[in-house]
């Protein structure tokens, strides 16, 4: 799963939720409405003016389109080659202090918020243009801004607070649940915010460079390490020599994947023969096999690690992904590692996913595509939500 070119993060942690992998799910969801009030409240200590878009995939029709303040849809027109402007879905946002209350659709989408200044949309003949900023010709290189994904349906609401692509905006997401309580996630620890970009400015082999500053030196974020490895930022063998000891332990051991939470029984096992790792079923049949991962693999979970949305490469794959991102591949030959305790204590690992998940004041975050493996995601869930929320958080 990629955001921009696969499902969104929320669509997969629906159908995570469908595969019985999260662990705390709502009882049986009650109708939920055609759209449902999402409070966005501002206390960010900034200024400048706030602009919300809600875009996303009418799950009704499937078209992609965005949603005004009052919930109503509007498909995107047709776009061209060169991208054509797109129109105008950006509702003002609240000031400091304040906070505005829209409509949230059933859609499949992204909540987008951006300070200072409006977000740049173009439609090629294929649909909308999500910003690219690690690209610097990318018209919003230079403006402050984040998102949520979202899927709201008939089963009820998921959203999350992701930093899959960049840690920029602190964020926090809530639902009020239809008995009452409210769930929250994507809250930073008091000095989070600059205690993550100090620790990654320290960290040693390249992971500084993943910070990106404005013209005058401001931070605005910092890339995942996915499009590091792309843009030259990060060195595309920072992972090789984890995957070389990973090769050699399961040369001659076994690795148990165990990938649906409520099917223990369900075992893969993998072995690396030929410069291939093997997965056998419980019958001793193989049923898929990997190459040896590159970087790129690793921190974007495709390329050699694709998972495709069946029943036995994709989860497999997840797992994988998962125990390379967070170094307990060495340490536990049973997968996934439920215990986060060992997760990243390798001097080789995901260093930005540590330092986001350092900081989270309740351990939660999407630091990676799969980092929902054992429900270490920044996700809540509810299937009878009363009101959605965003919280934008103070930079410190």
């Known amino acids: 799963m990629r955001i921009h070119r696969k499902l969104t993060a929320a669509l997969a942690a629906a159908a995570t939720v469908a595969a019985g992998l999260i662990a705390t799910v709502a009882g049986p969801a009650e109708a939920v409405p055609p759209t449902i009030p999402l409070k966005i409240t501002n206390s960010s200590g900034r200024g400048d003016p706030v602009y919300i878009y809600n875009l996303g995939t009418n799950l009704t029709t499937g078209q992609q389109g965005w949603a005004d303040a009052g919930g109503t849809f509007h498909a995107w027109p047709a776009g061209g080659n060169p991208p054509t402007p797109a129109p105008d879905a950006s509702i003002a946002g609240p000031g400091n202090g304040g906070s505005i209350t829209i409509q949230m659709p059933k859609f499949s989408g992204r909540v987008y918020f951006s300070y200072g200044q409006k977000l740049v949309f173009k439609l090629t003949t294929g649909g909308l243009v999500q910003p690219a900023v690690q690209n610097p010709s990318d018209p919003n290189r230079n403006i402050l801004f984040s998102w949520t994904e979202y899927t709201l349906n008939d089963s009820g609401l998921w959203i999350n607070s992701t930093q899959v692509d960049m840690f920029s905006v602190p964020y926090a997401v809530g639902v009020l649940q239809g008995n009452g309580n409210t769930l929250s996630t994507g809250h930073l620890k008091p000095g989070g915010y600059n205690n993550f970009f100090n620790a990654l400015r320290g960290q040693p082999g390249g992971w500084a460079n993943l910070i990106q500053t404005a013209p005058d030196g401001r931070v605005l974020r910092a890339l995942a390490p996915t499009y590091g490895v792309e843009t030259g930022a990060l060195p595309s063998t920072v992972m090789d020599d984890y995957v ?15 990938p649906f939470g409520d099917q223990p029984n369900t075992k893969y096992f993998g072995r690396v023969s ?46 994988l992904c998962a125990g390379y991102n967070r170094s307990t591949l060495l340490t536990n030959p049973n997968q996934p590692d439920a215990n986060d305790s060992g997760f ?17 004041a309740d351990g939660k975050a999407y630091g990676f595509a799969f980092d929902d493996v054992g429900n270490h995601e920044a996700l809540v869930h509810d299937g009878n939500p009363q009101t959605a929320y965003i919280t934008l958080d103070p930079f410190n």
Do not use: E
């Open 274 to 319: 030929g410069n291939v790792m093997n997965f056998t079923n419980s019958a001793g049949q193989i049923v898929t096999s990997f190459q040896k991962p590159n970087s790129a693999s690793i921190f974007g979970c495709a390329g050699l690690l694709d998972a495709p949305n069946d029943l036995v490469r994709g989860p497999i794959s997840r797992t």
């Open 244 to 258: 070389n000891r990973v090769w050699s332990k399961y040369s001659s051991q076994t690795l148990t994947v165990t």
């Open 344 to 360: 990243y204590l390798d001097n080789v690992t995901n260093h930005y996913s540590r330092k986001i998940h350092a900081q989270m």
